[in-house]
């Protein structure tokens, strides 16, 4: 059988002591010659960090724990667990929301994709309510989701149907590498920041359709957990930060081409 590249997947986890799911990313770890997984501590006030470190020790060498002694925000956190991951020898990095609203078995088939086609460098999972799918969403999340894919569709120049999706994979490569080395400017949506990133540096490259080399696949499940960080505040101050990543990245990259 051919060789599986390796994979390393971030978790990004803050207050997540009644959430984590330690037993279920045992068991797929311990399934999975190839796959890593590294736990990030953003700097927990509860019981989080004893959790994560608990679940490592017990991981078989295949689970890491990076703990941070401060809350540096999730944008933060997953940048540097992704600086770490790049440097390692894995060859798919990505990252994973800690509530596993979109089940661990998706990661196989997202790295199916990286595996299968060598003119990919983006799997993203999408929340799509199609019929015979169990996708299910707190509606008034599911209608602001909508709104913000968007206006990033509008802001990146990209037809992307889901960007916060917390599922993402991506093929290791010194240009992700510098993608990853600055801080993001955005807090929350720095998904997009990073396609943002991405999409210019290719087209900086004389790529003329970034979008050709990414992959949305519709996710078979997805169940909103109880308990997620994102506040009404964080969703009205995404229309600033879209505008703060306009203004950075694609207005400053149209001003370059004249």
Same mark, same amino acid.
């Given at each position: 059988?051919?060789?599986?590249?390796?994979?390393? !997947?971030?978790?990004? +986890? /803050?207050?997540?002591?009644?959430?984590?799911?330690?037993?279920?990313?045992?068991?797929?770890?311990?399934?999975?010659?190839?796959?890593?997984?590294?736990? !990030?501590?953003?700097?927990?006030?509860? &019981?989080?960090?004893?959790?994560?470190?608990?679940?490592? *020790?017990?991981?078989?060498?295949?689970?890491?724990?990076?703990?941070?002694?401060?809350?540096?925000?999730?944008?933060?956190?997953?940048?540097?667990?992704?600086?770490?991951?790049?440097?390692?020898?894995?060859?798919?990095?990505?990252?994973?929301?800690?509530?596993?609203?979109?089940?661990?078995?998706?990661?196989?088939? /997202?790295?199916?994709?990286?595996?299968?086609?060598?003119?990919?460098?983006?799997?993203?999972?999408?929340?799509?309510?199609?019929?015979?799918?169990?996708?299910?969403?707190?509606?008034?999340?599911?209608?602001?989701?909508?709104?913000?894919?968007? *206006?990033?569709?509008?802001?990146?120049?990209?037809?992307?149907?889901?960007?916060? +999706?917390?599922?993402?994979? /991506?093929?290791?490569?010194?240009?992700?590498?510098?993608?990853?080395?600055?801080? /993001?400017?955005?807090?929350?949506?720095?998904?997009?920041?990073?396609?943002?990133?991405?999409? &210019?540096?290719?087209?900086?490259?004389?790529?003329?359709?970034?979008?050709?080399?990414?992959?949305?696949?519709?996710?078979? +499940?997805?169940?909103?957990?109880?308990?997620?960080?994102?506040?009404?505040?964080?969703?009205?101050?995404?229309?600033?930060?879209?505008?703060?990543?306009?203004?950075?990245?694609?207005?400053?990259?149209?001003?370059?081409?004249?």
């Amino acid at each position: 059988m051919p060789k599986h590249p390796k994979v390393t !997947i971030v978790v990004p +986890c /803050f207050n997540e002591e009644s959430r984590f799911q330690s037993e279920e990313i045992l068991a797929f770890a311990k399934t999975r010659h190839w796959l890593q997984f590294t736990l !990030i501590d953003d700097g927990s006030t509860d &019981n989080t960090k004893e959790t994560l470190m608990r679940t490592a *020790a017990e991981g078989g060498g295949r689970i890491s724990a990076v703990i941070l002694e401060q809350n540096v925000g999730k944008a933060e956190a997953v940048r540097q667990g992704m600086v770490q991951a790049l440097r390692s020898d894995a060859e798919h990095v990505g990252f994973w929301d800690a509530d596993l609203a979109t089940p661990l078995s998706d990661i196989d088939r /997202f790295a199916k994709v990286l595996r299968e086609r060598p003119d990919i460098d983006i799997v993203i999972g999408s929340r799509v309510q199609l019929l015979g799918r169990n996708i299910r969403r707190n509606k008034a999340r599911h209608f602001f989701g909508r709104i913000a894919a968007t *206006a990033a569709s509008n802001v990146l120049g990209l037809n992307v149907y889901d960007t916060q +999706c917390g599922a993402k994979l /991506f093929r290791s490569s010194p240009l992700m590498q510098d993608l990853m080395h600055t801080r /993001f400017i955005t807090r929350w949506i720095f998904d997009v920041e990073l396609l943002a990133r991405w999409t &210019n540096a290719l087209r900086d490259q004389g790529v003329s359709r970034p979008e050709d080399k990414i992959v949305e696949i519709p996710l078979e +499940c997805w169940v909103d957990v109880a308990g997620s960080k994102l506040r009404p505040k964080d969703m009205a101050l995404a229309p600033l930060e879209l505008a703060k990543i306009y203004w950075r990245y694609r207005n400053q990259n149209q001003k370059d081409q004249f």
